[in-house]
């Protein structure tokens, strides 16, 4: 069977979440891989700089420097935190330009606080968490101060597909979160206005990423804009 040159592979960035590193997302990149997308799994420092810097600088840096200018498709899977970061992203390209970039595919968020996360709120008063987990704890609260609310709805017509977990091993957390569940992330909280599609899958905050059912909706998504 013949290679294929880069130009005629999509490509998909994978974003994780707060506190972690590409390593989350090995398992989810490897079977994205061998359903033919060219991988790019980013690290990104979710502690130590500020989500609106990582938006603004970090981000555009790395996409001119490990995505192929030829690739077909531009696609996103992000974990928690980074689809925050993705929406901020395409948010600062919306108001301030250049244009999105001509080739954005879909995206595919998993577990995303999109309207904020209870525990998150709670932890972030906390000294402690936010030595452990840095000032971008303090941003993914539910008011409407917090950035997952100022960001607003979708800022594109690109097809976006959420995939939320109802499977809670915090009961911590889940008491300051309302029912259905991830841990930190509510079901509810999931949801964005403009959003293609939705689903759950039964699995935690962090299991989403390891659950069997995960990469083949995300896989489907990206090639169809639809889970089933």
Aim: charged residues 15%; positive net charge; aromatic residues 6%.
């Amino acid at each position: 069977m013949p290679t294929l040159a880069l130009s005629e592979i999509e490509t998909v960035v994978l974003l994780h979440g707060l506190g972690v590193g590409g390593w989350t997302m090995h398992c989810l990149g490897s079977a994205l891989a061998r359903d033919g997308f060219h991988v790019v799994n980013l690290s990104y420092p979710s502690r130590t700089v500020l989500l609106e810097t990582l938006a603004r600088d970090w981000l555009p840096a790395q996409l001119a420097a490990h995505v192929p200018a030829a690739s077909p498709r531009l696609h996103f899977v992000t974990h928690s935190m980074g689809g925050i970061l993705v929406r901020a992203w395409l948010g600062r390209q919306s108001r301030t330009g250049p244009a999105f970039p001509a080739n954005l595919g879909r995206v595919v968020m998993l577990a995303p606080p999109n309207a904020g996360s209870e525990a998150a709120e709670r932890l972030g008063r906390s000294g402690l968490f936010r030595a452990l987990l840095g000032p971008n704890l303090s941003l993914l609260g539910t008011a409407p101060q917090h950035l997952p609310q100022r960001l607003g709805p979708w800022p594109t017509t690109a097809e976006l597909g959420i995939i939320a977990g109802n499977r809670s091993v915090n009961p911590l957390a889940s008491i300051w979160v309302p029912k259905p569940n991830d841990g930190p992330v509510s079901v509810a909280a999931t949801h964005l206005a403009g959003e293609t599609a939705h689903r759950t899958v039964p699995a935690s905050h962090t299991g989403i990423l390891f659950h069997s059912a995960t990469a083949r909706a995300v896989s489907m998504f990206l090639r169809t804009g639809r889970f089933d």
